[in-house]
């Protein structure tokens, strides 16, 4: 990909592709993909996980520790967003991400591990979704955001 690697300044992600695409800052700085967005903070973090390296099959057992911790301080940021808002739907999906994290623990050398930090991914998707939809808007589609990411496909996820 065209562009230089760069960080997201929503959640500190490491971008890669054409900085032009998001705008520019000052100076010729990258500008951001996820620039004047709704929720831009929690689509950012989502993304960032999403095409993390955890999800390689042959990914290390600490970039997998790393993403169950990242997923663990996005639901809190999720958690925060939902503070003051009456979204049953999104306060439900919350607690089955939370759910599916904490059985997600990487440390108990759980083969489903991996199925349940995709499962806590999913539900956090949702509820910003549900959050979006509050406002009238469209639900974030992580895909529209790829280039951005050093991934070239999303592995297993069709496995389940």
């Known amino acids: ?62 970039e997998i520790r790393r993403a169950y911790h990242r997923i663990g301080r996005h639901l809190d940021a999720i958690g925060s967003a939902l503070a003051g808002h009456d979204l049953p739907a999104a306060a439900r999906d919350l607690d089955q991400a939370i759910e599916s994290h904490h059985a997600a623990d990487p440390r108990e050398e759980s083969r489903d591990a991996l199925r349940f930090m995709d499962n806590a991914l999913s539900y956090a998707h949702r509820a910003i979704d549900d959050l979006l939809h509050e406002k009238g808007l469209p639900p974030h589609q992580p895909m529209d955001f790829a280039e951005w990411y050093d991934v070239v496909e999303v592995p297993f996820r069709d496995e389940w």
């Open 1 to 62: 990909m065209a562009g230089t690697d760069h960080l997201c300044p929503h959640c500190g992600a490491e971008l890669r592709g054409d900085p032009r695409k998001g705008g520019s800052r000052p100076f010729g700085a990258p500008g951001c993909p996820y620039d004047g967005l709704a929720y831009a903070s929690l689509r950012a973090g989502h993304d960032a996980i999403y095409f993390g390296p955890w999800r390689r099959i042959d990914a290390p057992p600490m």
